[in-house]
């Protein structure tokens, strides 16, 4: 069974920084292209980015490049969010998502909150 | 960015058939995906490519279009189906997402 688990969220100060965490099972990590979205309170689904199977490409949302960094450790089965420079706008629920060859996401973990405020 | 369009609710009688419609601002070829989310929990793959029904996804379920004007179709809908409904496209980057439509049952 595919499981994906993510952890690392919580209330975190505006500027400051955050990182997020996705354990993967139930399937070969290394063999998958793996994506973040985020959902606001609002419902609002936004894609943040996605990175290469073996962690050597990255592609991101533009208005997020300059301050979120995936990357992924395959020898843990593990998938990673760097967000810095927080801001109130990006208080939402995170997912960590498995993506398919045609770039949708046939997996998704629970979801970790992140609520910026002072 | 490519932006979907879908309404916002609808709500329907157990036993009918309904469509949910997700319009896009620039043709995506077939690269049109659905997603079912109910409360409290995280989204679900229902449609992939338009018309391909996910691994598990009851046959109740089917997607239809290309180009601009894409359609999910419930037929007959069941109570278990009160949910939102998100349609996403991949063929344009970045990758974007409807605003989701909300089914209710009557």
């Known amino acids: 069974e595919v499981q994906l688990v993510e952890s690392g969220g919580g209330l975190v100060q505006p500027g400051a920084s955050l990182k997020l965490s996705c354990v993967a099972s139930?399937?070969?990590?290394?063999?998958?292209?793996m994506s973040w979205v985020r959902q606001t309170p609002g419902k609002t689904m936004e894609w943040i980015g996605d990175?290469?199977?073996?962690?050597?490409?990255?592609n991101y949302a533009p208005s997020l490049k300059n301050r979120f960094t995936i990357s992924r450790d395959n020898a843990k089965s593990t998938l990673y969010l760097q967000m810095s420079n927080v801001r109130s706008e990006d208080t939402a629920t995170y997912y960590c998502?498995?993506?398919?060859?045609?770039?949708?996401?046939?997996?998704w973990g629970q979801g970790v909150m992140v609520t910026v405020s002072s | 960015d490519t932006v979907l369009t879908q309404s916002p609710a609808l709500a329907v009688s157990p036993g009918e058939r309904v469509s949910i419609s997700c319009r896009a601002s620039?043709?995506?070829?077939?690269?049109m995906h659905w997603y079912q989310q109910k409360p409290g929990q995280q989204p679900k793959l229902l449609i992939y490519?338009?018309?391909n029904l996910a691994s598990g996804v009851p046959a109740r379920f089917s997607g239809s279009g290309s180009g601009t004007d894409f359609t999910l179709t419930i037929d007959p809908v069941e109570a278990d189906d009160t949910a939102t409904y998100f349609c996403?496209?991949?063929?344009?980057?970045?990758?974007?997402f409807g605003g989701g439509t909300k089914l209710e049952l009557k």
């Open positions: 998502t498995r993506e398919r060859t045609t770039r949708y996401f046939d997996y």
């Open positions: 139930g399937f070969t990590f290394s063999d998958y292209w």
């Open positions: 990175i290469k199977y073996d962690g050597s490409y990255t």
């Open positions: 620039e043709g995506v070829n077939s690269y």
């Open positions: 996403q496209q991949s063929w344009n980057d970045p990758r974007t």
């Open positions: 490519k338009a018309s």
